[in-house]
């Protein structure tokens, strides 16, 4: 009776104290905790003139410039030219050693002493067989054969004078002659190195215009045209030289992915080869200024598969989602060409914690009305020492 009274006694006092906080748990379900009240920082939209401009960095280039090599393969023997240096047509630059080239035309003369001989000794041939027919002591058919030994032997004379030219020429080729005048830019090959025909040994930039070269991605490259007036700021000595676009490159270099475009320089003095310039298109020096709507690039977020902001609803405190159109760049700012007009206020930080109809207030930075707390020495150090020293310790 003692063991059932006991149990009897927990059992009430364990429903005392857990019926209560059932009841308080089956009553917190059915309650929605409230949404936040999210602090955004805003802007109001208005219109701002373009700033960025459009700069490039080029490079001045000759608009020819050539590699040479030589026309036939050999040893280097010697090569005049030197990287910088300022050569004429006709000057020699390099040089292969031409002593096979020297035997092969002696070869060829050769073959023409002995075709000129066969065809005088056919000649005198035909010659006597001519006063032979006069006479009847032969036949036609004999003089035909004459004559026709005489037009073998004199194409065998113009075949070995033709070879004999040829192998002339492969000895001129030895040497390697500047076409036009103009700066040794570049040097590829060495004394003593065998190099085939056609590899190139010496590369000039020929006398005469410059232009610059550079580079633009393919967003930017619909405004350049053939054409088009530049300005062009040397980098060295920060003056100006005007311009126009000569050629732009119909496809984008397979590395980089830009495309090439070249401009000629409308001056008497061009700059020296290989200055670094910077390109300034006078399209987009004009456009810069031009009235635009610019908000911040924190103020996107992307919806679906498009672009949208929050605007907010002041009499209401409550956001709704806008889609936007970005036209492009300007500087740190998304330039909008469609959905946003002046006056609007958007939400420009907190975008990617917010819903549509969700309540918002306006975040403002609180400065502190307190004046600055000065600091004082203490005036007897060991007494200060001394107080520390009663301080109780905490372990």
């Known amino acids: 009776m003692?063991?059932?009274?006991?149990?009897?006694?927990?059992?009430?006092?364990?429903?005392?104290?857990?019926?209560?906080?059932?009841?308080?748990?089956?009553?917190?379900?059915?309650?929605?905790?409230?949404?936040?009240?999210?602090?955004?920082?805003?802007?109001?939209?208005?219109?701002s003139g373009m700033e960025a401009r459009h700069e490039f960095s080029g490079e001045v280039k000759a608009r020819v410039e050539s590699r040479l090599g030589f026309r036939v393969a050999g040893k280097i023997t010697q090569r005049a030219a030197e990287m910088g240096q300022h050569v004429k047509a006709g000057t020699v630059l390099a040089q292969l050693d031409p002593q096979d080239y020297r035997l092969a035309a002696d070869a060829a003369?050769?073959?023409?002493?002995?075709?000129?001989?066969?065809?005088?000794?056919a000649a005198a041939d035909y010659k006597r067989f001519v006063t032979l027919r006069e006479q009847n002591f032969i036949s036609g058919a004999e003089l035909e054969r004459r004559e026709t030994a005489l037009k073998a032997a004199q194409a065998q004379l113009e075949q070995a004078q033709a070879q004999l030219a040829s192998q002339g020429n492969q000895a001129r080729y030895t040497n390697l002659v500047a076409d036009v005048s103009g700066?040794?830019?570049?040097?590829?090959?060495?004394?003593?190195?065998?190099?085939?025909?056609?590899?190139?040994?010496?590369?000039?930039?020929?006398?005469?215009?410059?232009?610059?070269?550079?580079?633009?991605?393919?967003?930017?490259?619909?405004?350049?045209?053939?054409?088009?007036?530049?300005?062009?700021?040397?980098?060295?000595?920060?003056?100006?030289?005007?311009?126009?676009?000569?050629?732009?490159?119909?496809?984008?270099?397979?590395?980089?992915?830009?495309?090439?475009?070249?401009?000629?320089?409308?001056?008497?003095?061009?700059?020296?080869?290989?200055?670094?310039?910077?390109?300034?298109?006078?399209?987009?020096?004009?456009?810069?200024?031009?009235?635009?709507?610019?908000?911040?690039?924190?103020?996107?977020?992307?919806?679906?598969?498009?672009?949208?902001?929050?605007?907010?609803?002041?009499?209401?405190?409550?956001?709704?989602?806008?889609?936007?159109?970005?036209?492009?760049?300007?500087?740190?700012?998304?330039?909008?060409?469609?959905?946003?007009?002046?006056?609007?206020?958007i939400v420009a930080a907190g975008v990617h914690v917010l819903a549509p109809g969700q309540k918002v207030s306006v975040w403002q930075e609180k400065t502190s009305g307190l004046p600055p707390v000065a600091t004082q020495p203490a005036a007897n150090p060991v007494a200060g020492a001394a107080q520390a020293a009663t301080l109780p310790t905490t372990r």
């Open 183 to 345: 700066v040794v830019t570049a040097v590829e090959a060495e004394p003593g190195q065998v190099v085939a025909a056609g590899t190139p040994v010496v590369r000039i930039a020929a006398d005469g215009p410059r232009d610059v070269v550079f580079s633009v991605p393919e967003d930017k490259i619909v405004a350049l045209r053939t054409g088009t007036p530049v300005n062009v700021r040397l980098w060295a000595s920060q003056s100006q030289l005007q311009g126009r676009v000569r050629e732009v490159a119909a496809s984008a270099d397979p590395v980089t992915r830009t495309y090439p475009v070249k401009v000629s320089l409308e001056t008497t003095t061009p700059p020296p080869l290989g200055a670094t310039v910077t390109v300034l298109p006078q399209l987009a020096a004009q456009a810069a200024g031009t009235q635009v709507i610019k908000i911040p690039t924190s103020a996107l977020r992307q919806e679906g598969k498009g672009t949208a902001v929050w605007v907010l609803d002041r009499a209401t405190m409550t956001v709704k989602s806008q889609t936007v159109q970005v036209a492009t760049a300007d500087g740190n700012d998304a330039v909008i060409a469609a959905g946003l007009q002046p006056g609007m206020v």
């Open 2 to 47: 003692r063991m059932v009274s006991a149990l009897s006694s927990r059992f009430a006092l364990w429903s005392a104290v857990l019926l209560p906080l059932v009841l308080l748990l089956g009553c917190s379900r059915g309650q929605a905790p409230s949404e936040p009240v999210r602090a955004v920082k805003v802007i109001t939209v208005t219109a």
């Open 109 to 121: 003369r050769a073959q023409v002493a002995a075709a000129t001989t066969n065809r005088d000794l």
